[in-house]
């Protein structure tokens, strides 16, 4: 006879109730779980690997997230002794940054510093849909600027120190 069918043809019942401990109660049935504690002790390389790319997540994602707040205060930088209490300390102003924002006359009169022929297209497009009240279109002379720019531009200045020079005329009254 083989193995097979004496396994099959054994005069033991195979019962499918729960097995019964001594004394009536139920045993209790073993659940094939591990605790957490064996689940670390086994997985522990795995997590210790992912642990620089959560900090990473962590700094480079959630962490400057908590810098949009300031949109919603009157940001003091010198209240307190350090830049973290500035932020807690500052007054909590709600959308007032926004409402000066937009009600202000010289979001009309925007400042766009670049080296690239796009932007003075698009600085050409929102001039001609009237979106802009004017535009003055500043090139810098150096060995790296596009000749385009500089042809186009309507004011040239000299290098770094120009645009410097520049700015502070703009900023006196």
Do not use: C
């Amino acid at each position: 006879m083989a193995l097979d069918e004496r396994l099959h043809s054994s005069t033991v019942e195979q019962s499918s109730a729960p097995p019964v401990a001594p004394g009536g109660a139920e045993a209790p049935v073993a659940l094939n779980r591990k605790k957490f504690r064996d689940k670390f002790r086994r997985d522990w390389p795995l997590l210790l690997m992912t642990l620089p790319a959560a900090v990473v997540v962590l700094l480079f994602h959630y962490l400057p997230t908590i810098g949009n707040i300031i949109a919603f205060q009157d940001y003091n930088p010198w209240v307190g002794d350090n830049p973290w209490e500035a932020f807690l300390y500052s007054e909590w102003i709600g959308f007032g940054n926004f409402e000066a924002l937009f009600t202000s006359v010289r979001v009309g009169q925007p400042l766009l510093l670049d080296d690239g022929k796009i932007e003075l297209e698009f600085l050409d497009e929102l001039t001609a849909r009237h979106s802009l009240d004017h535009a003055v279109r500043v090139g810098v002379r150096s060995d790296e600027a596009p000749v385009e720019i500089l042809e186009r531009a309507d004011v040239l200045v000299d290098g770094p120190l120009g645009v410097a020079e520049l700015f502070s005329s703009l900023a006196q009254p």
